[in-house]
């Protein structure tokens, strides 16, 4: 229905762009809207099929029985996830964008690692933790029913995900050796920059934008309208206290979060600690 708009034109600052040379009309305007949505939900797609995967490893991989009996009704959970976000993009919004570098290189590097634990934080915590604040987002933004609608269903699958990934890794890693937790330490860093730099929608610009403003400034646009910085606060804001909660934000770490930004999400509250209110 295009009276209902898939994102707020708000969403963007247009007169932003401007000063970089873009100058969009109305109609412009509305299909880079519809562009960005389908990348975005292109990568949700992506990132639940990683979860698949993930999910059936962990559930062969884990080392405890309830967590093997958890770990198949995620599978059912993400299979029915893959399902609903490629019919949507298929079927209605009839546009597929491909994976994004940085999160092919997170899913790869889960894929190939044998420690269930890793696969549980690196799927658990960070790919379905930021996921979750980027379903919230969008579905408090999103004007059209039917995507509203699946979001609250996915979202309420993947707040029940993250929890679980807390509970099970706090215990888990407060029986590390110091050495061992450094090492998840450093590799949850790396990784939610690379979470933070997949969110620079470079295959839209590379679509829309290149040859007529920079890169450079294409990044510079994402990063600051305020559209977008909210989105990626929320993302962030649920991400750090859960790796905080965990053991994982000492305070030799700490330092760099503070150096690329991300030390001002440090106080909010865990995925154990919410009333379980997602949206």
Known sequence: DPTRPLLPEGLLDFDMLETYGPKLDAKERARLLHSLTSWMLSQFLHGEQGALFAAAQVTEAVQFYDGKLYGATQVMDEGRHVEVFH??????????????????????????????????????????????????????????????????????????????????????????????????????????????????????????????????????????????AAFRQTMFSRLVPNLREIGLVSPRIVPRYEKVGLARYMDGLAADRMDGAAM
């Not at 079927?91 to 290189?105: C, M, R, S």
């Not at 919230?136 to 995507?147: A, K, V």
């Not at 979001?151 to 995900?161: F, G, N, T």
């Open 87 to 228: 019919r949507y993009l298929d079927e209605k919004l009839g546009k597929l964008y491909q994976i994004n570098d940085n999160l092919f290189v997170i899913i790869d590097a889960l894929m190939a690692d044998s420690r269930w634990d890793m696969k549980f934080l690196g799927m658990q915590i960070m790919i379905e933790g930021l996921a979750l604040g980027a379903f919230g987002t969008l579905y408090r933004q999103t004007g059209e029913p039917l995507l509203k609608e699946l979001l609250k269903y996915v979202i309420q699958d993947e707040a029940r995900h993250v929890h679980y990934g807390v509970l099970a890794l706090r215990d888990h890693i407060r029986e590390l050796t110091e050495s061992e937790r450094r090492e998840r330490e450093d590799w949850a860093f790396e990784v939610a920059l690379l979470m933070r730099n997949r969110f620079l929608a470079l295959e839209v610009y590379e679509e829309w934008f290149e040859g007529i403003m920079s890169r450079q400034a294409w990044k510079t646009f994402v990063t600051e309208t305020p559209g977008m």
